[in-house]
């Protein structure tokens, strides 16, 4: 519930910083366009996001005669919740890792690397199937998708602005004559503080994924296990992944320790397992 509430808090607050940056550079006039280019790349994303992603992983679909008990156990978790059975896909990436995307529980596909299932027993899996169930029965993907367009519309209205002012464009009766100081900064940091707050809501969906996944086997044992397992492999195993497309794993595939968890899009692992193993999902 407390992940649920901090989302819609963070969200709110990436809308109302797109509209701020529209109007600090535009006026009432650009606070619309901002609003506008977050809403055209949002359903863009939204309504692409499962064939973008399944091509990006390269992933083939499975039928039940070649891969049965992944589909036995997808489609005991999906009846155990009420929601419809995913499409089911591996990906031949040797790094153990899994994913789901889809704009809603009726178009969804959930997927696994050759690595997973080279790596994990059978109830491990189903821990990490049953947390990309709950991606899916969250709408995370869809939460995920705003997320993305609003902060990319904020990056797009700012590096707009930013080529405007070099070559001497100037607003007419915007917030940009009156507050260039204000815009200019705005312009600077907007983009950084979009970032961080998207990041901010990746990870607070990955701890609920996790808490879900927990309530719906009744126990966070299996996934922390894998999750344990997950990290071990991705940390050794590289993974040529579309950076944009690094989100949507179970873990992060890509590693970078530059800027540490600032702009992580995923929770740190250790963390991750202990709230599984201290019960705390049940609350």
């Excluded at 809403?39 to 091509?55: F, I, N, P």
């Excluded at 607003?171 to 204000?182: A, M």
């Excluded at 126990?219 to 940390?235: F, N, Q, V």
Aim: charge should be positive; proline fraction near 5%; include cysteine.
């Amino acid at each position: 519930m407390m992940n649920n509430l901090k989302t819609a808090v963070l969200l709110a607050g990436l809308g109302g910083l797109c509209m701020a940056v529209g109007y600090l550079l535009g006026g009432p006039g650009g606070m619309a366009i901002g609003l506008l280019i977050g809403l055209v790349m949002c359903g863009a994303s939204y309504w692409g996001s499962e064939k973008l992603a399944l091509r990006s992983a390269q992933a083939v679909p499975v039928t039940a005669d070649q891969m049965p008990q992944y589909h036995q156990i997808v489609r005991e978790l999906c009846r155990s919740v009420n929601m419809p059975i995913p499409g089911l896909y591996v990906s031949h990436n040797p790094q153990p890792n899994a994913f789901a995307t889809g704009r809603n529980p009726q178009n969804a596909a959930v997927c696994v690397t050759e690595g997973l299932l080279q790596t994990l027993t059978w109830d491990e899996i189903q821990g990490v199937l049953a947390h990309e169930l709950s991606h899916v029965r969250n709408r995370d993907i869809l939460i995920g998708s705003v997320a993305a367009a609003i902060a990319m519309g904020i990056t797009f209205a700012a590096s707009m602005a930013r080529w405007a002012l070099l070559f001497g464009g100037r607003g007419h009766g915007g917030g940009r004559d009156n507050n260039p100081l204000v815009a200019l900064l705005m312009m600077i940091l907007a983009p950084v503080a979009a970032a961080l707050i998207r990041s901010s809501i990746s990870r607070s969906r990955e701890y609920e994924a996790d808490a879900s996944a927990a309530r719906m086997l009744g126990s966070g044992d299996s996934l922390a296990r894998a999750l344990e397992k997950l990290e071990y492999g991705a940390s050794r195993i590289p993974s040529n992944i579309n950076p944009a497309e690094a989100s949507a794993y179970i873990v992060n595939p890509l590693r970078s320790e530059l800027l540490g968890n600032l702009f992580s899009t995923h929770p740190p692992a250790a963390d991750r397992i202990a709230r599984l193993r201290s019960d705390s999902w049940r609350s």
